[in-house]
């Protein structure tokens, strides 16, 4: 493909159907974003008749956030509070299997504990149904309504969730250091410094009679000595890495070894664990890649999961693989569709399993039949809306699908739509909220990008703006990424554009959603084809819509995207007005050993260490290239961030510093990778925000 190609044209469509523009609108201002309700984690009850979520307030003047439960009819309607706790906060709301108690965590007693909600008494309030040492992180009810996981932080020798103790109790003192010994597995990850000895561990335990915690704790992860690793795995595991067997008998859950060679691995295994005491076994050893999140059907006849299939490869593809429980018989079930699953869940006849998987800017639901491997596509959306981002997907008895969906337009919102129909929108917590914000607006466009493969991209703009608009070209973190379709709190196009600014982001060589080809394209090639594709991107942007100031023009990225401001300075150094860089790589060699999760930096460069293969590093290092740099940068970095540690961020700044280039940084102490609090967010919009000002809106 040669040419330029306008796709789909201007998509100015909310999620869903809403009331008339309210007659006076005003732009998304940092505030709207700070302040929008998040809506999560929907369930349905057994009867179907019921559906409640997670839904998260923040207080516009303190930004303190807090998460209440929220239940609507399925047929839709007015939604109500429930299971309110007065200063406190409720999360991760679940049916009992009978439908006669809703079950979930708050912290109103002073830690984080299972509570219930009797939903046979009108009026009652909610009671406590555990008392744990520790905080409970996360719990599964078992399907005969008779046990529950539980899972949190403890010591690899607690035998339930909590001791007196914690960690490993050899450690030397009197001091406060920690003391990692030979072996230790990571020392610090994401945000934490590791506490020896202590884990994320899952444990079954009975319910009485009214529901409540009782008995003694079955530890998943069997004797001491045997599995030793997070369950779930950390930073990011949840709930979809436990699953209980249909007879409620045996546990499926997902684990690393922690050892020597856990920052090396991406070998998480699906385990099996059978509640007798005994260790775990494993049907996936055999592969070194990952495997996750276990699904097993309603019948009790197939265990279903997703796996990598290359070791030390953390953005592989993700093949549906299927293991007839009874003959042990399994094959891959999706190694012909070239696209990456990320959520699983069957239907209720166990014929067929429903998948998220990302597909060119959108991330819809999909349809796999078992005994053919066929996909099918489901079409979610209305009629002239796009299917954005489907997420927490589950199937009702009688096949009705409840998801979550997010775009551009908006956060996610709560879904329950009837096979071959489109979704029906049952949650409201945004709706006149987004009335009442000016809109934006979002097209889609193809190119030509490096080695002539078609390369996807964006613009947002504010609707209805006249004359020319200064153009902002956003590059995605990961590299494995995408801007898409979705809603995010954090790099949210809508708030830039809703601020006068043209969006511009390009889905270049590495980007997810196109096939595992294009994927892996950006392997040992960091500054190579992802550099050439921005640039014809920008280009084919400014060609199709003469509104965008392409003289006018700044770049912003975090993560990769940071790593590319820091390359674009020094290859691209005439450009742009200026550069936003967040959390970027400067230098590859000390990000060589500084890094935590050290698979990631070692696939990305030949999957060799640093001292084995400089040259591979040093070929994309954007240290190499600060003589040329000119371009007026804003570097942003956090102490907490381990995964690109904020020594990067000080480097980048220093050069900029000694060069002379008008520069600023901001340096958060309490933040990780991510900005996540609300008042650090407000810093960094009215920062950058200032800074893209500065530069592109300079004062008459």
């Given at each position: 493909?040669?040419?330029?190609?306008?796709?789909?044209?201007?998509?100015?469509?909310?999620?869903?159907?809403?009331?008339?523009?309210?007659?006076?609108?005003?732009?998304?201002?940092?505030?709207?974003?700070?302040?929008?309700?998040?809506?999560?984690?929907?369930?349905?009850?057994?009867?179907?008749?019921?559906?409640?979520?997670?839904?998260?307030?923040?207080?516009?003047?303190?930004?303190?956030?807090?998460?209440?439960?929220?239940?609507?009819?399925?047929?839709?309607?007015?939604?109500?509070?429930?299971?309110?706790?007065?200063?406190?906060?409720?999360?991760?709301?679940?049916?009992?299997?009978?439908?006669?108690?809703?079950?979930?965590?708050?912290?109103?007693?002073?830690?984080?504990?299972?509570?219930?909600?009797?939903?046979?008494?009108?009026?009652?309030?909610?009671?406590?149904?555990?008392?744990?040492?520790?905080?409970?992180?996360?719990?599964?009810?078992?399907?005969?309504?008779?046990?529950?996981?539980?899972?949190?932080?403890?010591?690899?020798?607690?035998?339930?969730?909590?001791?007196?103790?914690?960690?490993?109790?050899?450690?030397?003192?009197?001091?406060?250091?920690?003391?990692?010994?030979?072996?230790?597995?990571?020392?610090?990850?994401?945000?934490?410094?590791?506490?020896p000895g202590n884990y994320s561990r899952g444990f079954a335990l009975a319910l009485d009679g009214a529901g409540k915690v009782a008995g003694d704790a079955i530890a998943l992860d069997g004797p001491v000595g045997t599995l030793t690793g997070d369950?779930?795995?950390?930073?990011?595991?949840?709930?979809?890495?436990?699953?209980?067997?249909?007879?409620?008998?045996?546990?499926?859950?997902?684990?690393?070894?922690?050892?020597?060679?856990?920052?090396?691995?991406?070998?998480?295994?699906?385990?099996?664990?059978?509640?007798?005491?005994?260790?775990?076994?494993?049907?996936?050893?055999?592969?070194?890649?990952?495997?996750?999140?276990?699904?097993?059907?309603?019948?009790?006849?197939?265990?279903?999961?997703?796996?990598?299939?290359?070791?030390?490869?953390?953005?592989?593809?993700?093949?549906?693989?299927?293991?007839?429980?009874?003959?042990?018989?399994?094959?891959?079930?999706?190694?012909?569709?070239?696209?990456?699953?990320?959520?699983?869940?069957?239907?209720?006849?166990?014929?067929?399993?429903?998948?998220?998987?990302?597909?060119?800017?959108?991330?819809?639901?999909?349809?796999?039949?078992?005994?053919?491997?066929?996909?099918?596509?489901?079409?979610?959306?209305?009629?002239?809306?796009?299917?954005?981002?489907?997420?927490?997907?589950?199937?009702?008895?009688?096949?009705?699908?409840?998801?979550?969906?997010?775009?551009?337009?908006?956060?996610?919102?709560?879904?329950?739509?009837?096979?071959?129909?489109?979704?029906?929108?049952?949650?409201?917590?945004?709706?006149?909220?987004?009335?009442?914000?000016?809109?934006?607006?979002?097209?889609?466009?193809s190119f030509a990008g490096a080695q002539g493969d078609t390369v996807w991209g964006q613009v947002h703009k504010p609707a209805g703006a006249s004359g020319k608009l200064p153009v902002l070209l956003f590059v995605h973190g990961g590299p494995q990424?995408?801007?898409?379709?979705?809603?995010?709190?954090?790099?949210?196009?809508?708030?830039?554009?809703?601020?006068?600014?043209?969006?511009?982001?390009?889905?270049?060589?590495?980007?997810?959603?196109?096939?595992?080809?294009?994927?892996?394209?950006?392997?040992?090639?960091?500054?190579?084809?992802?550099?050439?594709?921005?640039?014809?991107?920008?280009?084919?942007?400014?060609?199709?819509?003469?509104?965008?100031?392409?003289?006018?023009?700044?770049?912003?990225?975090?993560?990769?995207?940071?790593?590319?401001?820091?390359?674009?300075?020094?290859?691209?150094?005439?450009?742009?007005?200026?550069?936003?860089?967040?959390?970027?790589?400067?230098?590859?060699?000390?990000?060589?050993?500084?890094?935590?999760?050290?698979?990631?930096?070692?696939?990305?460069?030949?999957?060799?260490?640093?001292?084995?293969?400089?040259?591979?590093?040093?070929?994309?290092?954007?240290?190499?290239?600060?003589?040329?740099?000119?371009?007026?940068?804003?570097?942003?970095?956090?102490?907490?961030?381990?995964?690109?540690?904020?020594?990067?961020?000080?480097?980048?700044?220093?050069?900029?510093?000694?060069?002379?280039?008008?520069?600023?940084?901001?340096?958060?102490?309490?933040?990780?990778?991510?900005?996540?609090?609300?008042?650090?967010?407000?810093?960094?919009?009215?920062?950058?925000?200032?800074?893209?000002?500065?530069?592109?809106?300079?004062?008459?």
């Amino acid at each position: 493909m040669k040419h330029l190609s306008v796709a789909l044209g201007a998509l100015a469509f909310a999620l869903v159907a809403s009331p008339a523009l309210a007659q006076s609108t005003h732009a998304m201002s940092i505030e709207d974003l700070l302040t929008l309700k998040r809506v999560a984690a929907p369930v349905a009850s057994p009867d179907g008749k019921w559906v409640v979520w997670q839904q998260t307030d923040t207080d516009p003047a303190s930004y303190k956030r807090t998460p209440g439960l929220w239940r609507v009819s399925a047929k839709g309607g007015t939604a109500e509070r429930v299971a309110d706790l007065p200063d406190a906060g409720e999360s991760s709301p679940a049916f009992s299997p009978d439908g006669k108690r809703l079950y979930f965590i708050s912290g109103k007693s002073g830690s984080d504990q299972l509570w219930l909600l009797d939903l046979t008494m009108p009026g009652a309030a909610p009671v406590q149904a555990s008392a744990f040492k520790a905080d409970v992180a996360g719990f599964q009810l078992s399907p005969d309504g008779k046990r529950v996981l539980v899972w949190g932080d403890v010591a690899r020798d607690c035998p339930t969730l909590g001791c007196d103790s914690s960690g490993d109790t050899s450690q030397p003192g009197p001091g406060s250091g920690r003391h990692y010994k030979d072996g230790a597995g990571f020392v610090r990850h994401w945000d934490a410094w590791e506490t020896p000895g202590n884990y994320s561990r899952g444990f079954a335990l009975a319910l009485d009679g009214a529901g409540k915690v009782a008995g003694d704790a079955i530890a998943l992860d069997g004797p001491v000595g045997t599995l030793t690793g997070d369950i779930p795995t950390k930073p990011f595991g949840g709930a979809e890495e436990l699953a209980w067997a249909a007879d409620s008998q045996s546990v499926f859950f997902v684990a690393r070894q922690a050892d020597r060679g856990e920052p090396l691995s991406t070998d998480t295994n699906v385990w099996h664990s059978m509640l007798d005491g005994k260790a775990p076994h494993s049907p996936t050893l055999a592969n070194k890649g990952a495997d996750t999140l276990p699904t097993p059907s309603p019948d009790g006849q197939w265990l279903a999961w997703v796996a990598m299939a290359r070791p030390g490869y953390e953005a592989d593809r993700q093949v549906v693989q299927l293991l007839n429980l009874k003959t042990h018989e399994r094959r891959a079930l999706t190694a012909a569709w070239d696209r990456s699953v990320s959520s699983l869940a069957w239907t209720p006849d166990s014929k067929a399993l429903l998948a998220t998987a990302e597909d060119v800017l959108d991330t819809p639901l999909f349809r796999i039949d078992v005994a053919s491997g066929k996909v099918e596509r489901q079409a979610l959306a209305a009629k002239g809306q796009t299917e954005g981002h489907v997420a927490n997907v589950s199937v009702l008895k009688d096949g009705r699908v409840l998801y979550t969906r997010d775009g551009v337009a908006g956060p996610a919102e709560v879904f329950i739509a009837a096979k071959g129909k489109s979704g029906q929108q049952l949650s409201q917590a945004n709706t006149a909220r987004l009335a009442a914000i000016a809109p934006v607006t979002t097209s889609r466009f193809s190119f030509a990008g490096a080695q002539g493969d078609t390369v996807w991209g964006q613009v947002h703009k504010p609707a209805g703006a006249s004359g020319k608009l200064p153009v902002l070209l956003f590059v995605h973190g990961g590299p494995q990424g995408s801007f898409n379709d979705a809603w995010s709190f954090r790099w949210n196009p809508k708030v830039f554009a809703s601020q006068g600014y043209a969006v511009v982001s390009v889905d270049f060589h590495g980007s997810t959603g196109y096939g595992q080809a294009f994927t892996d394209a950006i392997n040992r090639d960091w500054g190579g084809k992802p550099l050439e594709d921005l640039q014809k991107g920008l280009a084919a942007a400014l060609a199709r819509d003469s509104q965008l100031d392409g003289a006018n023009a700044c770049a912003l990225g975090a993560s990769y995207g940071g790593y590319m401001m820091n390359w674009i300075a020094g290859k691209w150094p005439d450009r742009f007005k200026c550069l936003v860089q967040h959390d970027g790589v400067f230098d590859a060699r000390a990000m060589a050993y500084e890094t935590e999760e050290l698979w990631f930096d070692e696939w990305e460069h030949g999957g060799k260490p640093y001292h084995e293969a400089p040259a591979e590093y040093e070929k994309w290092n954007p240290v190499n290239h600060v003589d040329k740099w000119q371009t007026p940068m804003l570097v942003i970095t956090s102490e907490k961030d381990f995964r690109i540690p904020y020594t990067q961020g000080l480097a980048a700044f220093t050069a900029l510093q000694r060069k002379g280039v008008p520069s600023e940084l901001l340096v958060f102490p309490d933040e990780n990778h991510w900005v996540l609090k609300p008042k650090n967010s407000k810093q960094w919009h009215q920062t950058v925000l200032g800074w893209l000002d500065r530069w592109l809106k300079p004062a008459k």
